[in-house]
């Protein structure tokens, strides 16, 4: 079964960059059969999905947040990371990492999440 | 494409039949989730295909509709199952969600 676990720093500065790594357990970031991606959910807000990636490095991104934003995979480390640059505090969130065995597939699993505020 | 949840939320006590409803602005076939969401912790995948049930996922829960009516019913509420629950379809980029329906104790 799949383990997802998030890390990086929990507090950002404004217009500096938010670094986040997931790291996957019991399965390959280089499988063919899975989608790994980011969802962030704004406190006390819905979920919004920021993006994906595949083993190749194929990326997916949601064309509200996609100016900014990168998210690749390490096949060294089995991790997925984003990045988002230019933060305001309007991205204070918990940040989710995801696996989904496809791009018209759910996602069937989830880091447990990390909260990063933005503020200076 | 936007999804509309109704209700957004919902009282409802142990035993109860409920139904949550996700209206998706465009067809999109069967390529709808619902999630279920408990405070501090992430969403689990309850049902994808409007239909099927995610493997471990007690059988009181059911997913029904396709094209951009659909809706979720938990046959008879059990303590564990208030919570938050939101839609989310798969059909097209960008991948989107529910705004979420809290589901409360009465």
């Known amino acids: 079964q799949l383990q997802l676990q998030e890390s990086g720093p929990g507090l950002v500065k404004p217009s500096e960059t938010l670094s986040l790594n997931c790291t996957v357990s019991?399965?390959?970031?280089?499988?063919?059969?899975?989608?790994w991606g980011w969802i962030r959910q704004h406190p006390g807000k819905g979920l919004e999905w920021i993006g994906s990636?595949?083993?190749?490095?194929?990326?997916y991104y949601s064309p509200s947040l996609k100016s900014g934003i990168s998210i690749s995979v390490d096949t060294s480390k089995n991790q997925l990371s984003l990045s988002l640059n230019s933060v305001t505090a309007a991205d204070t969130a918990v940040y989710y990492c995801?696996?989904?065995?496809?791009?018209?597939?759910?996602?069937?699993?989830w880091g447990q999440g990390t909260l990063v505020t933005v503020s200076s | 494409i936007q999804l509309t949840q109704s209700p957004s939320s919902l009282s409802a006590s142990v035993g109860d039949r409920v139904t949550i409803t996700c209206r998706a602005s465009?067809?999109?076939?069967?390529?709808l989730g619902w999630y279920q969401q408990k405070p501090g912790k992430a969403p689990e995948l309850l049902i994808y295909?409007?239909?099927t049930l995610q493997s471990g996922v007690p059988s009181r829960f059911s997913g029904s509709g396709s094209g951009t009516d659909f809706t979720l019913t938990i046959s008879s509420l059990q303590p564990g199952d208030f919570a938050t629950y939101y839609c989310?379809?798969?059909?097209?980029?960008?991948?989107?969600f529910g705004q979420g329906t809290r589901l409360e104790i009465k």
């Open positions: 995801t696996g989904h065995r496809g791009m018209t597939r759910p996602f069937d699993s």
């Open positions: 295909g409007a239909s």
């Open positions: 019991g399965g390959s970031v280089s499988s063919r059969n899975y989608y």
């Open positions: 989310q379809q798969f059909n097209n980029y960008p991948l989107t």
């Open positions: 465009q067809g999109i076939g069967r390529d």
């Open positions: 990636v595949f083993y190749n490095g194929d990326t």
